[in-house]
């Protein structure tokens, strides 16, 4: 099938983009295109207008502070990847970015087209969460809002930005050298989508303990240990301890769902710990 | 030998039936009925577009497509290209847009609005041999096209059967999935008053003899060619109602039309093989051999009987392909093929066989298990003797030539069974549980007249003929009817016109896949062509050698039995000549050949037929390692041996490309494929990211053992190998599977083995071992 | 049509395009380079892989209006390239290609590889190419024959290149000559007249805030195709006034996110339309039902059945529910709503994988709905409550965002 028809058009700035948005009602944004492009040709998603956003410079740049790591909306997949990009998380990026569907969708999947799709398999909705990364969201006033990547995400599909806003980046802060992270993801072949995610995040210079279970069909959920011990990960040592935090933090799924979710994080724990 | 096709292919210049453009030429879009089972009460098209849609009522003097079989008590059905009264499946054609390009034509498709009356669907096979099931075609009574019997018994199980497993096994309905789709581009030659369809077909004149008997006019006004086409697997061995609608509307309209099937379409209007049902008893005698089997099996044929193949192509052959490679004295199978509101069913690679395969194969597992003995024991106790051949089976197969225990033997040893055992005593460092099947399958391949003019389906293959000429300049042309479409014939074929004639593989065209320039043949199906088209191709050259020789002893003075053909020269006994001499001097200096040469020159066309036309059987022992993650229900294969016995192989090469090609098409079904249904008949996949095709990480690369045991009924003693690595992977892999979950009392019978089946298997299996803790 | 110029296997190209044209049509049907096979048109299965200023990309899922300045590659301007000349060779030796239809877009991923394992040797030949499927060959050519090229190790690491511009957007990028400057008005000279509908302005919400509440949610089942569950929430108003409310359809219809009707209800029939978002899907539902009441019971039915004309997809449905008695903590008189709802989706919108319905999700829809209704209720005057939206959710889209989930779920989550 081919796509119905639509308009397009392809703003300089990040206030032409808000100003046109605020113009047409119906309007997408699209930045590489690569989940909006299939549903444009099933003809599922009939927007009359497209707004680019690549051809915006700032959206494509990084910004490396001490602190953090600023990576702008429309930075691809392949360039995380690739690792041109800082790296606030010891190569944690990168890892995750390698196994985002395949090349040539990572070389034009951008990391904020990811996250404003929100869909809960994506690789990004689940990393970027464990990390705590927030999400710049502009809109026509032109002053950016900050916003938690666990936040910003709502459910399914459904984000926390009004129709007239972009996301210009996302600010990832950066781990301690001595951080490790482990990530597992659970699908039926590989590129195709997760049928369940697992991060594991410690920190111990920041005290960040955190476990992540993704990919369940709406926001992932997160779960924080106790500040500078890793006494959570050790929760996931045994898979019925592990059931009963994931049950309590609200994962829900049948019992083959709540396995595999259980599964995911324990051996993104058994990573971090290098096992 | 490397493949002379490969070159067009790897620098982008095949040319596919999506690659035609013609002046003028429109694109076509369908609309397709959105329910699975409804009457058509109105179709609603703006009157502006009128002229741009074409609806059955359009089609005058269009007869609907009908693919009969004579066997007694078959039900016929017909298929109208566009619906007219009702539609029977999801994705059944009810309007054709014509438009510049395809994106407007479904700009068209759009605006047409069509109001049902839904009716009950029949979505389960096993639900639509019920009484009182709603009925796809009214006047049948019931939903049956046939219910076919094989009963070789006494009617009583075998009274000495020590042992007895009956089982319940389901293969899920695949997509065959060829990475391109289908397609037409037709346009009316005024010259000629003919209908020209290029369509991506594997049976170009088949589709020609169709058309001509829908459109209501002569064979001579439809010509087809079949261009290069993107794998076909089955999927393109039908005469299809979009060639149908097109055939008709270009020469109603006087413009060019193209469609071209996407992926979509594919899925939702393609979801049609596969699809069995099975309860099959199995009995053993005290001593571990196999006695008898009782089987009660039903095929999902979907709505219509498509044409050539018929509704009962897999429902009609399940009787005599279910005893496998043994011998055993009691056998009785019912088989039901049902119809039912999804697409109509096809063969695809190993038709029939890999629902069969899986039946008995994992049932003998079963059986083994439930004895105490290794299953490939059991095996070996009850597959037919390499000194019974030529071997007439139970169901009245001719096994012609093989040795059944010498090729599990050797997998046997190759996969190392006795390590793996010690292996799974152990047990994995990781937690997986390792599992190791074996399957065994026969492959009848190029069997012709007498096996299908029994089953009386609208064609019977015959003799396949090929013509053969020289062109001026010495170069030979081989047309053939049949079709290549990744098996590599202009290589293969080359190969044995070269061998008889000496001609250079580079002056050797080998021309198909056009009904104006080739013989008459049923097409590529079934394994046949290295028998039947090999078999034609040797036959022809081997005629024009004696014309070649005839025409070089004139030239050379002598008679022609004292000359010989020989490194492409024709040798006398005190000269020669080559062949290049003897085309250029017949076609452009005929002033030199003597008045009384012989005037046919160097053109044949011969014929070929086995001297027994039951077909080939070649074989194949498959042996699977694999682990299996009890938790995730992830499988892994750690290992995948073949042994093949397909005869005297051509081109070896691509033989192990076939084997390896069909093994991994068998694992998608093993693990991968299935268009499922919702309850009303909706198909829940219509991208590949639903309907998974294995890829690079889903396929290891098989270890392929050969044995050569020559066919006593072909040509050189080849056998057909093309389909026979996609029917025992489903079966050596559930095995395996099988073999790693029975310490946990778990079985899978149903493919494919998802994770979620396999951990809802471990799961209920526990449930079962321990009621108490379920409480 | 728009302008664009590009650089396609090195040659300058300035060509018209509609916007909605994939780079692969145009690239066959307009410069008749068919050599780039289309087998998915979503993204999967990589035959139209070609290559965009030096990196791999999916021409079926990438518009031609995008590549405005970009150079492009395909598979008809690789015959000199020396890389591919031997992978040509390898394929072959290896019968890494049988019908021919995947290989133009297997060996352009597989001429990257061979430059990416020049830098990274671990990358896993395997899973590299995981997004070309091969239906022929079993891929153990393929395989064999890419490793065979990396061995012969022809490709020389790239030298750390100083990006000039330090921009890692997909490509050809903001610094690319293009053919129409990049500007605030829309490239192609008219808009749709569609395309100019101003969003509404945001103030139009709801003057009183929303108060939160709870609705719970049962157990989802199928049966005969109809999905059904109940939500059952409690409104701190009394019976008699959710009565008044909730028995008039045309009252009770601005409620329901995305609910329009045509008209007042004549002799209990209605008109409508539903409009259901999620993501970037966008279905609206035309279509007529009617209503049964029983005042004494204070318990309604409504069922309803559209069509969607986009694409061609139906849908039908009832949502009944039954007022009773409660109370709540801050209210003595209360009243509880039980919903039951049904519905069947049937045609493109439900021939995706169609797996269990999101609770929350359902959740929520249930609580705008709740939270819509307590609104009216206190402000029976206000103007008309902004089409309440939930992340573009509306109520029957419970339903429908059900069964779209997967679809979501499998296509959109590639991030774009």
Redo the contacts between chains.
Sequence with gaps: MKSAAFDYVRPRSVAEACDLLAENADAKVVAGGQSLGPMLNLRLAQPPLLIDITRIAELGRIAETDGAVTIGATVTHAAIEDQKIGAPANGFLARVASGIAYRAVRTRGTIGGSLVHADPAADWVSSLTALGAEILVVGPGGTPRRVSVADFVRGAMDVAIEHDEIVTGVHVPRLSATARCGYHKICRKTGEFAEAIGVAVFDPDRGLCRVVAGAGGGRPVVIDGARGTDRLLATFDDPRSGRECLDEAGVTGDDYQMQIHVAAVQRAVQELRGR | MLRKEDDRYMRGRGRFVADIRLPGMQDVAFVRSPLAHARILSIKIPPTLRDRVMIAADLEGVRPIRADTTLPGFKSSTQSALADDKVRHVGELVAMCIAPTRAEAEDIAAEIEIEFEELPAVVDMLQGRQPGAALLHEPWGDNLFLTSVTDVSNGTPPANAAYEVTRELRTARQVMSPMEGRGVVAEWDSRVEQLVVHTATQQPHIVRSGLAECLGIDEGQVRVIAPDVGGGFGYKGILLPEEVALGFATRKLGVPLRWIEDRRENLVAGADCREHHYLLTAYADANGRLLGLDCEASVDCGAYSAYPFSACLEGGQIGSLLPGLYDFPHYRCRVHSVATNKPPILPYRGVARTGACFAIEVTLDALAREIGIEPVALRMNSLVQPEQMPFDNIAKRHFDSGNYPEALRRAIEAIDLDGVRTRQKTGEPDGRRIGLGFALYTEQAGHGTSVYSAWGIPMVPGHEQCQARFTPDGGLEIRIGAHSHGQGLETTLSQVAHQILGVPHDRIKVLHGDTAISPYSTGTWGSRCMIMSGGAVAKACEALAGRLKHIGAKLLQTDAANVRLEGGAVVGPTSRIEVAEIARTWYRRPQDLPADVDPRGLEVTEGYKAERDTGTFSYAAHACLLAVDPVTGEVELLDYVIVEDGGVLVNPMIVDGQIQGGTAQGIGTALYEEMRYDERGQPLASTLSDYLLPGPTEVPAARILHMETPSPYTRFGQKGIGEGGAIAPPAAITNAINDALAPLGAELLMSPITPRRIVEAIAAAQHTQTPEAAE | M?TITLEVNGREITADV?????LA?FL??QL????????????????C?VE?NG????S????A??C?GAKIR???GF?EDPVMTRL?GA???E?A????????GM?V?AR??VH?KAENPALD????????????????????AIDTVVSENLVAPPSAEA?S???????P????K?A?P???????PR??P???????P?TSGPAIARRPIKVEVGDLT????VTQFTESFTLAHPVATVWELMRDPEKIAPCMPGLVLDGPPENGALAGRMEVK??????GFSGSGSFRRDDDAHAMALEARG?D??????VSGEISYRLTPASLPDAAEATRVDCTIAY???????????S?I????VG?IGEAFAQNVDIRLRAPDAAMIAPAK????SLLLGAL?ASL????????????
């Excluded at chain 3, 199928?222 to 195709?225: S, Y």
């Design positions: 728009t509609s916007p909605r044209t994939h049509d066959r049907e008749l380079l068919t050599g780039t096979h289309i087998g998915c048109e979503h993204g999967v299965c990589g035959a892989t965009m990196a791999i990309v999916r079926c899922i990438t518009f209006v995008a405005d395909t598979i008809e015959d040509r394929f072959s030796a019968h290609l049988q019908c021919g239809y995947c290989t133009p060996l991923a990257d590889l990416r030949t395997r899973v590299e190419m995981s997004g070309n499927l091969c239906r022929c060959t079993g891929y153990s050519g393929i395989v064999q990006n511009e330090p921009w890692f957007g997909p490509a990028g903001p610094s690319a293009t129409t990049t500007a605030s008005a829309p490239a192609s808009p749709a569609a395309a100019k509908k101003p969003a509404a945001k199928v049966a005969d195709g999620i993501g970037p899907i966008t279905a069509n004309r986009k694409s061609g997809s139906r069947t989706l049937q045609g493109p919108l439900a021939q995706f994988g169609r269990d999101v609770k929350d999700l929520r939930l992340g573009g959710v965002g989930r997967r679809a979501i779920l499998r296509l959109l989550g590639r991030g774009s």
